[in-house]
């Protein structure tokens, strides 16, 4: 199967900082996704991207869609505690949900 | 607005048993998925069901089967559990080519 590597795998910050994180696959994608998972809960979508160079806001978080089709970055502006948790990027060679391939996740620990 | 919902929450299985994960969706999407989730890898896909009447192997079908009851509900059957499927089970939804909607997960521990 396609390979996508997420990094870094874990993150400790202060909260106020500023978050980033990237994923590369090994082929092209048409699709990129990012999710947050908090405990006991399954994965919410945080930001869609479907074109190239594509820079996509939500809130506090802007994620990309790199110009090569095989990376994305999010990016986490003045962090809060309620971002605490993990996230994955996901993406498809096409614009269906059965190839998508998932990321193994960062996990977001804000230090108090 | 309850998304999608799975049942159980929880279920511990001794090897060989035999169980059914039941999902539901209440957003008229048409198609749903079977994924599990083990430490240190990220979601793989069981089964999916692109539409009512249609199931479809993902990349780790192996040891499920799956029945697509109607177009809101979608189950996961292990025939005879084995300790290598002890995961945490997400069921997901989505319309064709929209993003996908998760319920909270079933954890399933198989000793």
Known sequence: GQQLNQSPQSMFIQEGEDVSMNCTSSSIFNTWLWYKQDPGEGPVLLIALYKAGELTSNGRLTAQFGITRKDSFLNISASIPSDVGIYFCAGSANFGNEKLTFGTGTRLTIIP | ?111
């Open chain 2, 1 to 111: 607005n309850a998304g999608v919902t799975q049942t159980p929450k929880f279920q511990v299985l001794k090897t060989g048993q035999s169980m059914t994960l039941q999902c539901a969706q209440d957003m008229n999407h048409n198609s749903m998925y079977w994924y599990r989730q083990d430490p240190g890898m990220g979601l793989r896909l069981i089964y999916y069901s692109a539409s009512e009447g249609t199931t479809d192997k993902g990349e780790v079908p192996n040891g499920y089967n799956v029945s697509r009851l109607n177009k809101r509900e979608f189950s996961l059957r292990l025939e005879s559990a084995a300790p290598s499927q002890t995961s945490v089970y997400f069921c997901a939804s989505s319309q064709v080519v929209s993003p996908l909607h998760f319920g909270n997960g079933t954890r399933l521990t198989v000793t």
